[in-house]
């Protein structure tokens, strides 16, 4: 099974920035532990990340995998751009925050894109990718 984690704007700088929300981990390390883990479980991973909004349209649009782990960082509170894009695509989604979103500013606690995600998974740092993953693992092999 293959799935596509998509990492949105400033998730990048994860590792240096706000370290008491996101850890002190890097993206890349934070990459490499989710890519580990998953291919312990026969998950291959493909990861994508940027600070453009069209360009993870563009990602979505092309997106050659059974599902989306997704964590679309601000873009989650305003892009009805990108919640249109997931309808186009037929991959399944997950919405994943490191953080808990809940217990941050207000404006976090809304979400423009989980109406088009199968689930939301916030609150557990880097293992929010992977209980998405294993999540998504479990749909499909329902589908079998």
């Known amino acids: ?85 997931l309808k186009c695509t037929q991959a399944k989604t997950v919405e994943v925050h490191m953080s808990n979103v809940h217990t941050r500013e207000e404006f976090r606690n809304t979400s423009v894109l989980a109406a088009n995600c199968v689930g939301v998974v916030c609150g557990f740092g880097a293992e929010s990718y992977i209980l998405a993953a294993l999540a998504l693992k479990k749909m499909y092999e329902e589908t079998k």
Do not use: C
Request: hydrophobic share 35%; net charge negative.
């Open 1 to 85: 099974m293959k799935l596509l984690i998509i990492n949105g704007p400033n998730l990048n700088k994860t590792g240096y920035r706000e370290k008491t929300v996101y850890g002190a981990r890097t993206l890349d390390e934070i990459n490499s532990y989710v890519k580990e883990r998953l291919e312990e479980e026969g998950i291959s991973v493909e990861f994508f990340q940027s600070n453009s909004e069209g360009a993870i349209i563009d990602k979505i649009h092309s997106a050659d995998a059974f599902g989306i782990v997704l964590n679309a960082g601000a873009y989650t509170h305003y892009s009805y751009a990108i919640r249109d894009a």
